[in-house]
């Protein structure tokens, strides 16, 4: 139990960024972006991809992946938040769109949608504490998630540009009183959570030594779900969710099975969000809506 | 014109051009279909995922077949009523989705006026469209299409059952697993704990689980010592082997396709979990086995239908016809499985002396049915001899491959026994 | 020709599909877990033929019904929560029912079955097989199409009617804004509410509906894609009348099939198709105003404002 316990730790870790990814776009634009995982997808596939084909070495993988994935997402952005922002259930209509489209593209690849190889530089190096197995790989990866929430709290929290991010957020009239491009805030936000995502879908392949096509749908659904646990306000809040969510998934399938597993998980969200509006614990502002 | 005036008039042209456009196209796309029979081609369709999550299955599956049609053309087609027809092949693709399947099993049933109908490779495609079928043969009450299907990878146990008109060229899945678990038993055995871990949200590997490996276990009064189930699109598996490893695993039953029995695999070699037997059902052989799970697959079993490392000298012929095609080095058995499933559709059309013409249409497609309903001792390009049994399954011999030094080995023949 | 019944066939069912989201959708609920009723309907509508011996129509109603009551209870607790919250909602119920779905086994057994073929009734993750009404009461797929089509219409008509009534007028105003209709006295809960359980109730007749065209259903056919795309017709064709869903529905479906000649780039053409849509026309391809231009003097004259601009 405590081993299952640890390894959902380091999940934690993974889901945490890939949390972040999803609580800055939400955060800043108010949108949804079904795309989030697909993306992330497309990117680190391209990069593993291209990396693959010209037998470059494990870091040229992170580098492409980057390279290929924030200019997506910054297109994805555009079309998506910038030009359809009349209403934000066109804007998440368009990233269905998106997401579709970038699926199809993948499966036209050269790499015809076949998974692709990420090698995993430390696959068999593990710590071992008595009959406890710590995979080197999950600690590096729960360490990076740590340090890339604290780096992102620091950055909302104390820089110019954070402090205008999250004033852009909460109205974009008073960020246009007080001198700040809204436009620019969105481009920024959109660069940050899209480098967190393609680091955590890096990682994430590492770990598991390869990315395929399930991938794009699954980050997007655990995104979601984080954000539905960790709510709206607050980083540390998505952090705990995210660690949380991991351990609670590898305990649950420990007791009882997989069959079951995914739908505990879905009834905690259900039974959160039905008492949601008693609680009303942290209260959703009013700019919340849609 | 004021903004909105002009807003509505696009919406309206658009309406128009998104109307007339589909008008076009749906009479462009029911026309050609109407021809065939006046230019004497025996027709055939193919329906198969081409694009979306089955692409990696149905595009070699697909391949397969085109060879063997071009082949058979090239040597003038077949004989029909005294003189040489070819074959048109007309291949459409379902995406593996049974909304798309239907539709198109129709259209070649109905417009195309196929004679047979090839495909598809996902069982859950299959299991809709062979629904249309009808059930039994000469029951006036069932208004079911009668034309004869054949699936060349549908593996799921059971499909062929809704059906008197489906067959299949998959082999006999239970008598290939209880097989390949005698063999291993007699080679490495005795085993003390028989474990298996199903992929949950499969059917084709729950029905293996259910309808080939347990009873295989029960045959032996063996109850598996530990049972893991997880997803095709889980990334996690550590408690799962975590289980298996406790359990002190010495059998272990994948029953699993590629992606996550590579997953797996990484975390069992991780955990150092290393049971003396591994063995994996039908279509887990693909190259991404060894590309993506390297050393941690190493020693895996497969049955196999049809591999390129038979000696048979077509199955060279084939494997690089395929490669010049297609530029890919190592040929999946749904090539094999494609090529050979023409082969035994021409061979049926062949004795079942059809008339190929609208008229006999009916006729036809009921005689070959019959032929391939009666496949007895049929020769296969790859070596081996076929049968068609009572469940409409061909049957055919049990082929065992092994992941060896990076590469799938051939590691047991019926001729040779063991060959390592 | 039973190609295009059955792509018509489908047709319907995808407009039922649109119409059961476009119902919540007028008091500004945006529901992803359409799937869910269409599914519970599937396998209520096909459980009740293949085990219950009963005929398709009761079949497909008392599925609309079971869609109904599942709304019902997803929608009382959740229906309160605010914007995005409820369309995260849907989407965790809609992946609830799809395991119990997955995981579910009752039926009986059948004597004459092959290995791996001895069950009538869902069997767990391998699926429901035999829904073979049709064939069995020799329906043609013509036959099928047309009462897909009268179910079809009999909803057009039902929305015809409410979209020139009042109780439109007052979705509408919820969808603008709820304080302001609570402001007035209009009691928003239990019209969202009863706007969501009649969508349940329709993708529950469209999910029967779906399970007999199919002969075969599991678990995995309910799967989120099934809901995004529901969605997407009613964005695509238009969410502000009743004709948008319509339109959308019928393109969606129609279109891939006629874009088949280009076969390999099918998906990427419809994928951006949507994201072209949204760019030029994102009120949808038939907005209010455009309705109203084309309608005759009957439609109501009051000037309808369009929906709140998010930002």
Redesign the interface.
Known sequence: MLQTAVEGLAYGGLYALLGLGFFLTYGVLRRIDLAYGTVVMTSVYLGAMIAGGLGLPWPAVVVLTLVAGVPLSLLVAYIAFFLIRQDARFSMAATLGIWMALEELILQSPGRGRGQPVSNPLQDMSLWLGELQLRIDHLLIFGLGLVIAMLLVRFLSTSRNGLAIRVSAYDADVAALLGISHRRMMILATVIASAVGCIAGWSFAVAQSGIDLHFGMWATVKGLVILVLGGTQSIPLIVTAAVGLGIAERVGSELIGSGYRDLVGYGVILLLLAAEPFLRSGGLRSGDRR | MSKRQKAEFQAIKAFGLAGALAVTLSSAATSPARAFQDEGTIILCSIEPLSGIGTSFGQPNYLGKVIAVDEINAEGGIEVDGKKMKIKLISEDDQAKPDQGVPLFRKCAESDNALVITGTQYSRVTESMWGLLQKKLDDPKDGGLQVPSMSFLSMKAGVTGVSEWAFRNAGDEPAQHELAIKLMEERYGPFKNYSGAVEANEGHSVAAWKAAYTPALDRRNIKATEYVEWYETDRDFSVQIRKLKRANTDFFILSSHLQANVGAMLEAQRQGFKPKTIISHIGSDAAEMVELGKQSTEGIVFPTAIHMAFPAPKVKWLADEYKKRTKETYMPQFVGLGYEGIMIVKEAIVKAGIKNRPETLAADRRKVRDQLAAIRDYKSFAGMTLNMNANRDIVRPVYLVKITGGDFKLYWTPEKGFLF | ???????AA?TGINVLLAYSVYASFMSGQ?SIGQAAFFGVGAYVGASLTVLGGFDLISAVLVAGFAGAAASLF?GV??L??????????T???A??VR??L??LKYGRPRSS??????WLGPD????F????Y????????GQYALIVWVIVVIVVIGFFLVERSRIARILRTIEEDEVVARAIGIPVARYKVAAFVCGGFIAGMSGAL?AH????I????FI?HLS?IA??YV??GG?QTMWGPL?GAI?FT??P?????I??????L??????LV??F???G???A??VR??STPWAPKAQRKR?T???
């Not at chain 3, 097989?129 to 073979?132: E, S, V």
């Open positions: 020709m039973s190609y295009w019944f059955t792509i489908l945006v997803v607790p959740t309160r929560l605010k914007g995005y919250h409820f369309t995260i909602a989407v965790a119920f992946e609830a395991v119990i997955h995981n079955g092959n290995v791996g073929d001895q767990g993750a391998t699926g097989r035999h829904i073979a049709l064939n069995e009461n020799g329906i043609t797929t779906y065209l199919l002969t075969f599991s678990g995995g056919d989120i995004t969605l997407a964005v695509i969410g339109l393109l129609v279109l099939e006629t874009l088949r000649p076969k390999d780039f099918r998906i990427e419809f994928g951006l198709l949507i994201i949204m760019l026309r994102p009120t391809m038939i907005s105003a455009a231009r084309w929906p601009e998010a930002f």
